[in-house]
């Protein structure tokens, strides 16, 4: 059981937006900056989404990050077939004392 | 180019050792933070351990506490994960991470397979 909750599946047809939600607690996204990671299947996560809703170079603008109080949502527009990935939210967990990871949401390009 | 490469993983028996090496190039190792992620068969992405730019402060995951140890050589640009102690459910993908501020993680290595056996 993760300590940030997230929709085990996600799906949308080529051009939809699509959202992915992600909800925690008063000592993780209530108190703590989040990040948003793509992982393609045998890749490495990617970094799309940082302090909750600011993207690094070279991730495109049709990706957007969102916050408020203890829950987030990360947005992808004009959605393409490079999409499908898993999607995982995370952020600092000031009672853990360490990083807490969503569950990941599967996005399948329908 | 800025890049992470993980190495020493393998299959190792319930209860043995192994120490994974994850050696930075392309940027300046000694500004930086460092976490190890690993991703278990089916399941989603778990936050290890976590070291401070000079190794003062050390986190890590109650999962593993006791069993795995973080750690880092400036002068090698290297970070380390000592893992003894090793159980089934220690079986993942081992990932080191560069923490981008803040309490994010902007790179990542390929990751290194460990598979405890029984």
């Known amino acids: 059981q993760s300590v940030l909750t997230q929709p085990p599946s996600a799906s949308g047809t080529p051009g939809q937006r699509v959202t992915i939600s992600c909800s925690g607690g008063?000592?993780?996204?209530?108190?703590?900056?989040l990040s948003w990671y793509q992982q393609l299947p045998g890749r490495a996560p990617k970094l799309l989404i940082y302090?909750?809703?600011q993207r690094p170079s070279g991730v495109p603008d049709r990706l957007s990050g969102s916050k408020s109080g203890t829950s987030a949502s990360l947005a992808i527009s004009g959605l393409q077939s490079e999409d499908e990935a898993d999607y995982y939210c995370?952020?600092?967990?000031?009672?853990?004392?360490?990083?807490?990871f969503g569950g990941g949401t599967k996005l399948t390009v329908l | 180019e800025v890049q992470l490469v993980e190495s020493g993983g393998g299959v190792v028996q319930r209860g043995g050792s192994l120490r994974l090496s994850c050696q930075a190039s392309?940027?300046?190792?000694?500004?930086?933070?460092f976490s190890w992620v690993r991703r278990a068969p089916g399941k989603g992405l778990e936050w290890v351990s976590h070291?401070?730019?000079?190794?003062?402060?050390?986190k890590i995951a109650d999962s593993v506490r006791g069993r795995f140890t973080i750690s880092r050589d400036n002068t090698q640009d290297s970070l380390y994960l000592q893992m003894s102690s090793l159980r089934v459910e220690d079986t993942a993908v081992y990932y080191c991470?560069?923490?981008?501020?803040?309490?994010?993680?902007?790179?990542w290595g390929q990751g290194t397979v460990v598979t405890v056996s029984s």
């Open positions: 991470a560069r923490g981008w501020s803040p309490d994010a993680f902007d790179i």
């Open positions: 392309g940027f300046t190792f000694i500004n930086y933070e």
């Open positions: 070291i401070s730019s000079l190794g003062s402060d050390i």
């Open positions: 008063s000592s993780n996204i209530g108190h703590n900056p």
């Open positions: 302090a909750d809703n």
């Open positions: 995370a952020t600092y967990d000031d009672s853990l004392n360490g990083w807490v």
